[in-house]
C-alpha cells in the first residue's frame, strides 16, 4: 500500500467513525469534505488559551464549515481574516473587521458572506499572516495531517511561505472532534504539520518536528491543477 492509499484509508476511517458516533454535522455527506462536527463552535472557543493566536493581527483560516465558528471568532476579536477562496479559484479573500458591522459577522464568517464582505486581494498585497487555522480529515499528535485530499491547504501555504508571508515559525492550528485525531499518519514533501491541535475541551501542542514545505513543489502539481488555479499560473510564468 503506498503513501496516498495509506492516507485514503486514515479518512474514510475517520469520516465512517463520526458518522458512526454521531457527531458529525451538516453538510452531509461528510465523506469527501473536511467534516463538520459537533463542538465545533467550542473549539473556535479553546483557541483563545493560545498566546499566539490572541496576539495574532492577521489570522489566515480555511473555508471549510468547521472552521466557520474561527472565523467570526477572528473578527469579533478585531483580527484581520485571511480566507482562501474554495478551490482557490479566486484567490484568497482579506475581511476587515473594522469594515463589516458586528451584526454581519456571522454571514461574513460564511463562504458566501465573505465574497460579499471580503476583498479579493492578490497574496503580494497581503500582509505578513501571523496565524494559521485549517480544516482537517485526521490529525497525528505528532503533527502530521490530512485533509480530504485535493492538497488545496498545502497550496495555499507554499504560495504564502513562496512570497514570504508566512515563515517556518508561524503556528499551524487545526480545530477538530477529538476522534479525528488518531495514531501515525504518513507524510510527504508537500504535507504541512501543525503546531497545535484544539478540540472542545482544550489545546494540544504537537511539538512537531516534521518540516514544511518552502515553497511551491512545481514538479508535484500536474497540469491539471495548474491550470484550475489562475493564481497558480500566473505565479508559475513569475
Do not use: C, H, Q
Given at each position: 500500500m503506498n503513501l496516498r492509499e495509506q492516507k485514503q484509508r486514515i479518512r474514510e476511517h475517520v469520516w465512517d467513525l463520526l458518522v458512526r458516533e454521531q457527531?458529525?454535522?451538516?453538510?452531509?455527506?461528510?465523506?469527501?469534505?473536511?467534516?463538520?462536527?459537533?463542538?465545533?463552535?467550542?473549539?473556535?472557543?479553546?483557541?483563545?488559551?493560545?498566546?499566539?493566536?490572541?496576539?495574532?493581527?492577521?489570522?489566515?483560516?480555511?473555508?471549510?464549515?468547521p472552521q466557520r465558528p474561527v472565523r467570526e471568532l477572528c473578527m469579533r476579536m478585531g483580527k484581520r481574516l485571511v480566507m482562501p477562496t474554495p478551490r482557490l479559484r479566486e484567490g484568497f479573500l482579506l475581511?476587515?473587521?473594522?469594515?463589516?458591522?458586528?451584526?454581519?459577522?456571522?454571514?461574513?464568517?460564511?463562504?458566501?458572506?465573505?465574497?460579499?464582505?471580503?476583498?479579493?486581494?492578490?497574496?503580494?498585497?497581503?500582509?505578513?499572516?501571523?496565524?494559521?487555522?485549517?480544516?482537517s480529515v485526521a490529525v497525528s499528535r505528532g503533527g502530521a495531517r490530512?485533509?480530504?485530499?485535493?492538497?488545496?491547504?498545502?497550496?495555499?501555504?507554499?504560495?504564502?511561505?513562496?512570497?514570504?508571508?508566512?515563515?517556518?515559525?508561524?503556528?499551524?492550528?487545526t480545530t477538530v472532534h477529538p476522534l479525528q485525531i488518531v495514531g501515525e499518519i504518513p507524510v510527504e514533501e508537500?504535507?504541512?504539520?501543525?503546531?497545535?491541535?484544539?478540540?472542545?475541551?482544550?489545546?494540544?501542542?504537537?511539538?512537531?518536528?516534521l518540516s514544511r514545505p518552502k515553497g511551491i513543489i512545481w514538479q508535484l502539481l500536474s497540469d491539471e491543477k495548474i491550470e484550475e488555479i489562475p493564481l497558480l499560473k500566473r505565479l508559475m510564468k513569475t
Open positions: 457527531v458529525a454535522r451538516p453538510p452531509f455527506p461528510i465523506r469527501g469534505r473536511i467534516p463538520n462536527f459537533i463542538g465545533a463552535e467550542a473549539a473556535a472557543e479553546k483557541l483563545l488559551r493560545l498566546e499566539s493566536f490572541r496576539s495574532a493581527r492577521t489570522v489566515k483560516v480555511s473555508p471549510d464549515s475581511l476587515e473587521p473594522s469594515k463589516i458591522s458586528e451584526r454581519n459577522f456571522r454571514y461574513a464568517s460564511t463562504i458566501r458572506g465573505g465574497f460579499t464582505f471580503g476583498e479579493k486581494v492578490e497574496p503580494e498585497s497581503l500582509d505578513v499572516v501571523d496565524f494559521i487555522v485549517v480544516g490530512v485533509g480530504k485530499g485535493e492538497g488545496y491547504s498545502e497550496i495555499e501555504y507554499a504560495i504564502l511561505r513562496m512570497l514570504g508571508r508566512v515563515s517556518e515559525d508561524t503556528p499551524v492550528t508537500f504535507d504541512v504539520p501543525v503546531d497545535y491541535i484544539v478540540t472542545d475541551v482544550g489545546a494540544l501542542a504537537t511539538n512537531t518536528r
